[in-house]
């Protein structure tokens, strides 16, 4: 049961939202957290995508693994199609967002938002990129004792090495670079991912004979099935809390809704901020107007204080749409790792001798499990996907138009651009024996890149996101160094083949649309709004310096709820 | 609690007036019929984006020769292109999503005539390219020339058509398929979906579904790599619980990493390991006071 007032009302159970809910539930404020998907895996919503189901929850009794695992079934069509940013209605295409030329911003709705699909990856940012860009207001030490706080109740650890992490640990040693043991990484350098999944049974060694069906309770943790692109329901017959990935599904909304003092409503996609203004004074926010997705009705909801917790497109899409004050750097800033695929083919025999088997079975494992970083330039990890997926990261699109099309003579790889028609079956028919690294470089926030809105270009949420993204001279070089890495340690491993995508800009990881410094003070409460906060990647100041966002979003998202309970309560 | 049952069923008497609706409109022939043009034309984006390869067969096996159209893909990719984005009301279900599969067949044709002009197409344009593309519910071959069924697009090779494509990625112009108030796309949507995403469909386990459009917990798939003609082709074993595929966690004789017996060596130099047993990382000082931007770093 919804009620008409709350302390706190939280937009977006995102990979954020839940953190800064679950603080300020802990301190006993009242939580309302609206989003705009579907709450899977709950009791109040056996059939989410078909069906209106209840209204809220706000009890951890309503979680259920039995549900997870039927609505995730790790096929990856069928969970790309059903997790991507969307409305629950399974008949009902996607919400769109304009993006230019033909990268995509890949991003989910539901409780736990792209934290569903999110790989695990739990990495710290860079600290340089706090302390020395001149992009943040505070320093990485503010952020340390959230890190350690975010990390625990995520259980990040070292991610286990089969053997597509062995083959490019191999190649990176052989490249010349030197192994990372550290949380706060300041030197180039591979490492394998710190992973917020908790780590496979030990039954799970390849010496260890094991034959059963890798189902709980007989294995516990992670089972090395890949599909955490898929959701990741694994493993098989564990309650909610226990699986294994930690999604802020399963690692922050059940110890926000054990307070007592949170209530979760999905498919509620807000549209306004409510607002009053003494006159001569700064506005100040008092509730938010949402519409139920499935029924199309509105209401609206008060609170003391309002987080926006939207995510990088839609939270300045509703400053924006809300009409709150102009600010210049609403929206401004984006940052999206501008990225790369860099794809690795092996011969047999090579591989048998590297890996003692002559295939890589990128399907086997973790999805990225080994890394390297490159504080100042950005980091690569090793990818395995489902062919699907792999198809249409490494050889799908493009910004040099198809390979066929393209001279590589004189670079490190032997095709490179969009691969279509008898190159892309010869390839793919090799798919046990590719490795795919991404490149994620570290991109700086500029203010033409962001999120604005235009009248006529709308959804029945109001205008949409249009996206703009175009990276600096800098970015480019970052990018380009990172693919020359990439190429040269899937080279020293040994493979005959290296291919490069050259993608087009594609919005993975999204962020600093609404930075701490510009929009929103050290605290995260906006400068021109009274108690509206914003805890969610788009306070990012910056991209982290490349590493993935998500324990740093947390953090901060953490760090914030702390915060609004000592500013406001 | 009165107001909300009236609410309630209100909502259900909407739903069901507007379903029914959608029924109408798709008997009408206003709903997910497909023109013939758009049909031809994603016959041969289909076949020029995973072709039948005969000559595969001798390479890799007889396994790799059937392409996409084999197994209906260009058929699923107009569903899902027309299905992929939606005007937001509720209640309209599929009606009220927004078709763009024939506006896309549409600038496919533009993007082949201006390779024309160009004279950048590799072969000459052949009619019967495109007839062979006609299935069994097709018009005969004269209507569909008569008719405008067959576009530029279709006459081209398989390669020239990639290259179309690519033209596409080029435009910058805008087009609007419905009307100017409700949506634009800019036309680098077209390249990610019927490249991108036609090779995602295939190479997922799409083709194994009785019926992919069936709501989801009325979907059934075999997870059977026979099921799927793509799996074959790739080897993909289908979905699984779980794989005994653990080595272990690297490690070093000195670091915290990892620790216990040492399944193999990576790197002898530095004594870097893969080992039995998982540590963690160190919580270590940093010093960043060295830090040098090591490209360009233009900001604002």
Known sequence: MVEDSYDAVVVGAGGDGPVTAWKLAEAGLSVLVLEAGPFYGNEQWPRPNEEPGGEASSSPEDLSGDLLDEQFTTREFEMITKLVFGPADHERGFWFRKFPGDGAILQCAGVGGTTLHYTGCHPRAYPASIDEQGHWPIEYADLIPYYQEVEEMCDVTPAPVTAKEELFFRGAADAGWD????????????????????????????????????????????????????????????????????????????????????????????????????RGDTPTAIGVEFRDTWSGSVEQVDSDVVVLAAGAIETPRLWLNADLPANEWVGRGLTIHFGDNVM??????????????????????????ARFDYPGVGMLQTVGTAPGIGAILGFGASASGFAFQNDTAGEPWDTIGRLAGTELKRLLSDYRRMLQILVVSDDRPHQRNGVTVAPGAADEHGPIPIVNYEPSEGDRQRRDELARIAADILREAGASHVHRSDSPPTALHVHSTMRMGKVVDEACEAYDVNRLFVADHSVLANGVGGANPTNTGQALAARTGEKIVERHF | MVTSRIGDWLAVAWQTLTSIGGLLLEFAGIGPDVDPHTRVTFRAIADAVVPETPGLAEELGPEHVPGGLAVDLDEFTVTYVDDGFQLGLPHLGPQGNIPIADPIAHLLDSAALTLLEREDNEREPDLDRALSLLGPDDPSPAAVEEDGIVGPFAKLSRRDRLRAIAIVDEFDVEFAPTDDDLLELDAGLVGQLVIGFMEMIYYSEWQGYDEFTQPPSRRVHPNDRSAVQSWRQTGFPGFANGYAALRGYVGTAESPLGDGDTWATVDETADVRIVRESGAFRENEYDTSGYVEPFPAESG
Request: glycine share 8%; no cysteine; net charge negative.
């Open chain 1, 179 to 278: 192994l990372i043991e550290d949380l706060n990484v300041t030197e180039p350098g591979y490492r394998p991912q710190p992973n917020a999944i908790r780590q496979p049974d030990e039954k799970l060694h390849v010496d260890a004979g094991y034959d059963g069906d890798f189902t709980y309770p007989d294995v516990e943790g992670d089972t090395l099935a890949l599909g955490n692109i898929a959701g990741n329901p694994h493993p098989r017959g564990a309650p909610y809390e226990e699986k294994s990935k930690r999604a802020s599904n399963v690692s922050f909304v059940p110890p926000a809704l054990r307070t007592g003092n949170v209530t979760i409503r999905p498919n509620a996609f807000v549209t306004d901020v409510i607002t009053v203004t003494p």
């Open chain 1, 344 to 369: 690795g083919l092996w011969d047999p025999d090579d591989l048998d001798e590297t890996i003692g088997s002559d295939t890589i079975d990128q399907h086997e494992g973790q999805d990225i499990a």
